[in-house]
């Protein structure tokens, strides 16, 4: 596993496939690297596939002393990171919610290396609704010990941490029973249970306040956004804000469909992300 140090922080990488092309999956808040499981199954084959650390997200560690994530600090974290891993090459940048986040952000950074851009329910700007939007709260009251019990429950067990993804898709009892559901929350737990609750509420922090829009000026690159029409945490007015904004993108949305739609709806998901990358080829 590689690893990188900048500006204090440590940030690791996984690499599962090789290739000419090169493709960075960045998972969302409270996530790991480990959700790609499926995702990596399905593009692999098409290039270099690489899973890279969200800042604050186990393994990945922070400064000593460190309290604070701004929205600048995680983007140029993601883009050094990205640059030392692609080099001088070209890549697709692939994020999920805050990672997606990060994906804008460092194809803003690097139009002239960043070839496509898939955003699967991306973060623009905070606040955020529903869970997050509950953490906001607590967070913003000097409730951090209440934060800390109750998302320290979720990591108790592959079951609680099932519980906790509940709340971020349309249908709790459809997600119950989906096997693909389930084997992504075992696979990913025993990195879910090692994440650092202070880490966790400075990037709730960092969502609170987050903005990008002023950003993406640069983003002129293919961009293929995804949004669950009932997303309970990231409001889907937020994809199709970059959908009346970005010179090339194209908007999916995803009917009766959270938070997760590469888990809740992933057949169709495929479809879209393969067929997408099959019209934008690089």
Partial sequence: MPILTYAGHTLTWN?????????????GYSGSRRIWRYELELLESLGRCITLDLPGHYPAKVPANFDRLSQEQLIELETYATKHIVGDGQVTLIGHSTGGLAALGVAANLPEQVNRVICIDPVVWGPLTGLIGFAHQLLGRGLYQVFRVLW????????????GLSFYVCNRMTLWRNERAWNICRYSYPWYRRHNMRNLAMVVNMLAVCDIRLLLSTVTMPVLVMTGDRDPVVPPTQAYWLADHLPDATLHVFEKTGHLPHIEQYLEWERVAVDWLAAHPV
């Fill in 152 to 163: 320290g429950i979720t990591q108790t067990t592959p079951s609680t941490f099932m519980m």
């Fill in 15 to 27: 690499e599962y496939s090789s290739g000419d092309h090169t493709f960075i999956f960045i998972n």
